[in-house]
C-alpha cells in the first residue's frame, strides 16, 4: 500500500479521504481475517532514520522505535530480535549485503501502515526493513527482488502466519531535499541527521501541505503523476512477472514516474517475498491518482495460490 503525510494532514478532500478509507478497510478485513502472528514492512525513510552519514541500500531492524512524524507512533515497535537477527543471517547468506541496526528509526512510511492496518503500530510483532528510496545514488531494482527473494524464503521456515508488507508511493515527485539542491542547514540535516526543532517540523508541514494545494490546482512546477505508468507496474505486479521489473532502470524510474516513484521497490521487495512461497494471486486492487497527496496511490493484497 502506499502512505502520504497529508493523509494526516489538513488539505485533501473528503471524497478522496474516504475513497481511500474504504479500499485501506478492505485491506485491513483482509489482515485481520488473516491475523498475523508476526508482521514484515518494506518501507523507505525521508530523512528521519537514515542519513548521507551512512546510507546503506537495505537495513533490517533488530529493535526499533517510530520517530512520531506527521502525528504518527513515536515511540518502541514490537521486534522480535531473535527472528530478526536470524532473518538478517539468511538474506547475507544469500549474497544480498544488508545492515542491521539495533536501534532503528522508522517514521511515517513504516509507522502509517501499521497503523491504518491495525488501529496502532505496537498491535503486532514487526521486523521492519529500510529500502533506500530517496538518496541517490540508488542500486539496481533487481536488488531488491533479491532481497525480498532472500527474506521469503527465511519466513517460510518460521511456521508462522506472516503478513509482508510493502508500503510506498508510485509515480511522485514531491519537494524532497537532495544534495545538490539543498540549503545548508537541510545539509546538516540529511547527512548528519540533525534534529529538526518544533518550529522546522512545523514548517515542513506547511510546506507539504501548501506543495500538494498547489499540485492538486496545477499551479506547481513538480512533475505530473503518470497514471499509465502507475498501472503499468501494477499489470506486472498483478501477473506476477516480477523479473520484468529488473529492466527498468533508475533513470526511467525518475523519468517516467518522478524522483519519489523508487519508492516501488518496496513493493519489488514485499511481491518477492510472497512469489518465494510459490505463485500468488491479488485480491484488493486500488488506485488512485491523488494530486491532493502528492502521488499515485495503490493497495493491493494477495496471497499465495498453492
Known amino acids: 500500500m502506499s502512505h502520504s503525510p497529508l493523509l494526516n494532514l489538513p488539505g485533501p478532500s473528503q471524497d478522496l479521504l474516504d475513497d481511500i478509507e474504504t479500499a485501506i478497510a478492505q485491506a485491513r478485513e483482509f489482515v485481520l481475517s488473516f491475523d498475523p502472528e508476526l508482521v514484515v514492512i518494506f518501507a523507505p525513510d525521508h530523512y528521519n532514520g537514515f542519513f548521507y552519514k551512512l546510507m546503506p541500500p537495505f537495513c533490517i531492524g533488530t529493535d526499533a522505535q517510530g520517530v512520531g512524524d506527521y502525528g504518527t507512533h513515536a515511540g518502541p515497535l514490537d521486534v522480535p ?15 544480498v549485503d544488508i545492515a542491521i541496526s539495533a536501534s532503528m528509526d522508522v517514521d511515517h512510511g513504516t509507522v502509517q501502515p501499521l497503523e491504518k492496518l491495525f488501529g496502532k503500530a505496537t498491535a503486532r510483532p514487526v ?7 530517496v538518496a541517490t545514488p540508488l542500486g539496481p531494482l533487481r536488488r531488491c527482488r533479491a532481497l525480498g527473494t532472500a527474506v521469503g524464503s527465511y519466513l517460510a521456515t518460521l511456521g508462522k502466519r506472516v503478513l509482508v508488507v510493502g508500503s510506498g508511493g508510485l509515480s511522485h515527485d514531491p519537494p524532497v531535499p537532495t544534495l545538490a539542491t539543498a540549503n545548508p542547514t537541510v545539509v546538516e540535516r540529511i547527512v548528519h541527521g540533525r534534529p529538526m526543532t518544533s518550529e522546522q517540523r ?31 507496474f501494477l499489470e506486472i505486479v498483478d501477473d506476477g512477472k516480477l523479473e520484468d521489473l529488473d529492466h527498468w532502470s533508475n533513470s526511467f524510474i525518475a523519468h517516467e514516474g518522478g524522483n519519489s516513484a523508487h519508492e516501488i521497490r518496496t513493493w519489488v521487495a514485499a511481491f518477492a517475498a510472497l512469489a518465494a512461497a510459490g505463485p500468488y494471486q491479488t485480491g484488493v486492487r486500488y488506485y488512485k491518482a491523488a494530486a491532493e497527496l502528492l502521488a499515485g496511490f495503490a493497495v493491493r493484497t494477495a496471497v499465495p495460490t498453492t
Not at 530480535?81 to 549474497?95: D, M, Q, R, W, Y
Open 81 to 95: 530480535e531473535a527472528i530478526a537477527v536470524g532473518c538478517a543471517k539468511v538474506v547475507l547468506s544469500a549474497g
Open 127 to 133: 521486523i521492519p526493513f529500510f529500502v533506500n528510496s
Open 202 to 232: 512545523m514548517a515542513r508541514q506547511t510546506a507539504v501541505i501548501e506543495a500538494a494545494r498547489s499540485f492538486a490546482d496545477g499551479s506547481s512546477e513538480l512533475q505530473p503523476l503518470n497514471p499509465a505508468w502507475d498501472h503499468r
